[in-house]
């Protein structure tokens, strides 16, 4: 049979309806089939860019502990903060090291990325046994500690540019691999050929970075100290957020929630205010206790910005001061959405006492507060009794690196991780064009703390 007759039994084979609904069905399950498998692929490829992402912006942020452990260690000033500062650097660094080996690029693009990331680990891990001996890092040694601070920033600046054109879909991972060695070329090759002991690494928890403030995170289980009062009913809580908010702005006021669980007991009330569109309302948190305000936030609109931050931290105080917060000072802030978030500590005696702290949202349109956050002050707050300091601020200043520019300092009790207090001289500083808080125990000398100040454009932030 030759091919025009095979054509024509085909044909005449689907004029057959038998036969043209079995193709109809081949075809369907072909289709279907593929669709199946194509959306399996893309979910495969989506998962796979998922895990991209999130080693990538891992590592970034450990790309940036390690920067800012590095000239920690450089500002330090005795071995105990020296040890502490690079063994955290060394995790970090490992952490990266872990991050950057899941990245779809060729091994041998990422060899000089890699090597560095080693080489901080191991060489904070020296340094951190020698400190720990109770020596001082070596000139060298604080060369090779400011040269690997130098190619951090390079490695930080390369991930930050990668991150934009990730961000804005200028790049995407199945293109790394072509253009990998571009992005990664600026770690420098050039670095500390040292080779140390491979010795066991204990792995241990890592400490929280304070991201909005100097210790604004910090709480502790410890009994509340800041609230007094007798117990309120629930109608007594509403008086209390009724006067809080104000009787002539409030057109309802709802129970919406009760929290009888953890130190601090509290009333949910949802407010709803005159001449204004329903779904904008407030929710209050009160204490069971006392009646004390714990949280607010009033949900409206900031269109536009009109005053000025610290036009804003003078509103903030004095609305506080009328609310019965006494003596609080304007700490940090972060500034967003035509906002500003102002952290408020207490001041006793001229000392800033962090952990008596307060957050304060205010509209920068008209002034108005839009939130408030009292939890570190409702745990902390008592009146202390300060002693005068064991050594002199000159005496303090003597404690601290001889490169740090000082700007500033005063006196400031500042919380640990013990859930004790601390009082220090809290010194301001620049170093390497970058400004930094440092504290000095007021009554040994002992270095208890550094942190880096960011500058943002949306705020003053520290960690």
């Not at 407010?271 to 779904?279: G, H, R, S």
């Amino acid at each position: 049979m030759g091919i025009r007759e095979k054509l024509l039994d085909f044909k005449r084979r689907l004029q057959d309806r038998k036969m043209y609904s079995i193709v109809i069905v081949i075809i369907a399950v072909i289709s279907i089939w593929g669709i199946n498998q194509y959306r399996h692929s893309a979910s495969l490829k989506q998962e796979l860019n998922n895990n991209y992402n999130r080693a990538f912006y891992d590592l970034l942020g450990y790309v940036n502990n390690v920067e800012v452990l590095l000239v920690k260690a450089l500002i330090a000033s005795t071995p105990e903060k020296t040890a502490g500062t690079l063994q955290e650097a060394w995790r970090q660094a490992n952490m990266a090291q872990t991050n950057l080996g899941q990245l779809p690029v060729s091994q041998h693009i990422l060899a000089k990325t890699s090597k560095f990331l080693t080489q901080v680990g191991d060489l904070a891990y020296s340094l951190n046994n020698t400190t720990m001996a109770g020596n001082t890092i070596t000139e060298k040694d604080y060369q090779t500690v400011e040269k690997l601070y130098g190619y951090s920033i390079e490695l930080g600046k390369s991930l930050d540019d990668l991150q934009q054109q990730l961000s804005f879909k200028r790049i995407k991972w199945d293109e790394l691999t072509r253009r990998g060695a571009s992005i990664f070329r600026k770690t420098s090759a050039d670095m500390p050929s040292q080779q140390f002991e491979n010795i066991d690494k204990t792995f241990q928890e890592y400490p929280t970075l304070i991201y909005d403030g100097p210790f604004s995170d910090h709480l502790t289980t410890l009994e509340p100290k800041g609230i007094t009062g007798n117990m309120l009913n629930a109608d007594q809580g509403r008086e209390k957020v009724t006067e809080f908010l104000g009787k002539d702005r409030v057109a309802s006021l709802e129970l919406t929630g009760q929290n009888d669980d953890g130190p601090i007991k509290t009333f949910t009330y949802t407010a709803a205010f005159k001449d204004n569109p329903e779904e904008q309302k407030a929710i209050v948190d009160i204490t069971q206790k006392g009646g004390h305000v714990y949280w607010m936030l009033y949900n409206r609109p900031v269109p536009e910005k009109k005053i000025t931050v610290d036009h804003a931290k003078e509103l903030g105080r004095k609305f506080l001061e009328e609310k019965g917060f006494k003596n609080m000072a304007d700490t940090y802030y972060t500034q967003e959405d035509n906002t500003a978030v102002i952290n408020y500590a207490y001041k006793q005696d001229n000392v800033i006492i962090y952990p008596d702290l307060i957050k304060v949202k205010i509209a920068l349109d008209n002034g108005e507060v839009l939130g408030i956050e009292a939890k570190g002050y409702l745990y902390s707050h008592r009146e202390r009794s300060i002693p005068s300091p064991g050594i002199t601020a000159d005496e303090a200043k003597s404690k601290i690196n001889e490169r740090i520019e000082i700007l500033s300092s005063g006196l400031a009790i500042i919380p640990t991780n013990f859930k004790t207090e601390l009082f220090t001289y809290e010194f301001k500083g620049k170093m390497y064009g970058r400004d930094f808080l440092i504290y000095i125990n007021a009554k040994t000398g002992k270095e208890e703390n550094i942190l880096l100040i960011i500058d943002t454009p949306n705020g003053i932030l520290t960690m």
